[in-house]
Nanobody
Framework: QVQLVESGGGLVHPGGSLRLSCTASASEVNLEYQNIGWFRQGPGKEREGVSCIRDRVSTTYYGRTVKGRFTMSRDNAKNTVYLQMNSLKPEDTAVYYC??????????????????WGQGAQVTVSS
């Protein structure tokens, strides 16, 4: 079963930045041809969709709470998808997961993603 691997989490002060990376555990999975979504689950909260990027054309969608602060991008040579997070807030504290998703649009999180959930990357925003 396909599983993506997240990395780059950490502890950051409010207003700081982090960049998360998402790679495939299996080399034969080419992320360039997949819609990729980032999800997060904060303490005591339900998992929510954060953003997504479409396959090949790389158009993106961002949730209301992160739009203007977070940016998704791809490095196809490294088979890696990134989530650049700027102007971080305490409410961004969560475990972040990347998954292959059915589609990339406003309701992408309503559809079950492909594969199994990985360990995620812990992001903690605190002073």
């Amino acid at each position: 079963q396909v599983q993506l691997v997240e990395s780059g989490g950490g502890l950051v002060h409010p207003g700081g930045s982090l960049r998360l990376s998402c790679t495939a555990s299996a080399s034969e999975v080419n992320l360039e041809y997949q819609n990729i979504g980032w999800f997060r689950q904060g303490p005591g909260k339900e998992r929510e969709g954060v953003s997504c990027i479409r396959d090949r054309v790389s158009t993106t969608y961002y949730g209301r709470t992160v739009k203007g602060r977070f940016t998704m991008s791809r490095d196809n040579a490294k088979n890696t998808v990134y989530l650049q997070m700027n102007s971080l807030k305490p409410e961004d504290t969560a475990v972040y997961y990347c998954m292959i998703v059915v589609l990339c649009r406003e309701d992408f999180a309503a559809y079950a993603p492909f594969g199994s959930w990985g360990q995620g990357a812990q992001v903690t925003v605190s002073s």
